[in-house]
Each structure stands twice: as C-alpha cells, then as structure tokens.
C-alpha cells in the first residue's frame, strides 16, 4: 500500500484543512499526523552571531531559557531559538526530551548521570561535560520518566 498526496490550494478556501483516509493507523500514517502536528519536527533553526543553524533535534543536549532568549545548547555550542519553553514542549517528542526546570528542557539520550544534592535538587550531568539542576518539583517526574523508559529497553 502507498501514500497518495492530494493537495489543493485556492482562494476558495477559508481555512487549512487536513483529511486523512486510511485502512489503518500505520506508521505512514502516524507519521503525516505527527507532522501536521509538528510533534515530530526533526529540526529546529538557532542563531548564532549574524548566521542562522538548522539545529537537528537528537544533537540538541538541553534548552534553557536566559533573560529574555531560549538557547538549544549543542556540542557545537549555543544557539538562540525563537520558541519559547512551554512551546517547545508541545512539539518536543515526549520520549525524548524532559523538562528539567522552569528553565529548563533535557534531551534525555544526551544525559550521562545524575548526581544528588543536599537540599533535595539533582545535577544532570550531560554526555559534553555540561550539566544543569533539576528543581525539586520535576525530581519525581523525572524518576518516573526514567523509569518508564528502561521498561521499554
């Protein structure tokens, strides 16, 4: 089975409008909902200086937000992005990013280890050698999301 594309565009129309027709939910599918969606977008575009980044998502370690600008931090360094934190948590795969903070959103594949602190707070430590805290509001989020994800590997 394939995946046709129809696509029409005219001044006809008030308003966009995706349909979706299919035997079953695929992961073909799935992936077009996904897109629509934006869950699913790979990258995202950071400026650095005068020049703008395409910034793939699987090589962003963390966002944090500074003053009045989000940085997606890399290995290459930081890039200032136009989301903002509770935006991008709604188009960030939920499986692959955590919010860490207030200011704070992990890639969880790019984190190396945790490290406890005395007032109740964890250290992430990052595979590049960053890391960043964890407030003691998302400490058991993150034990449940950790969880979770080793049941499934």
Do not use: Q, W
């Given at each position: 089975m394939g995946l046709r594309l129809v696509l029409?565009?005219?001044?006809?129309?008030?308003?966009?409008?995706?349909?979706?027709?299919?035997?079953?939910l695929n992961d073909d599918v799935q992936g077009v909902?996904?897109?629509?969606?934006?869950?699913?977008?790979?990258?995202?575009?950071?400026?650095k200086g005068e020049m703008q980044h395409i910034l793939n998502l699987a090589d962003i370690h963390f966002f944090h937000s500074e003053k009045d600008y989000v940085a997606a931090v890399t290995e290459e360094g930081s890039f200032v992005i136009k989301e903002k934190l509770y935006e991008l948590e709604?188009?960030?795969?939920?499986?692959?990013f955590i919010r860490?903070?207030?200011?704070?959103?992990?890639?969880?594949?790019?984190?190396s280890h945790f490290e406890a602190s005395f007032n109740g707070t964890l250290?992430?430590?990052?595979?590049?050698?960053?890391?960043?805290?964890?407030?003691?509001?998302?400490?058991?989020?993150?034990?449940?999301?950790?969880k979770m994800n080793r049941r499934k590997s």
């Open positions: 029409k565009i005219g001044s006809e129309f008030k308003e966009a409008l995706v349909t979706i027709e299919a035997p079953d909902i996904n897109v629509v969606r934006e869950k699913d977008r790979p990258f995202l575009v950071g400026r709604d188009i960030l795969p939920s499986n692959k860490l903070s207030k200011s704070a959103i992990a890639n969880l594949y790019e984190m250290c992430v430590h990052f595979k590049s050698g960053k890391k960043e805290y964890v407030s003691r509001t998302y400490v058991p989020l993150i034990k449940e999301t950790l």
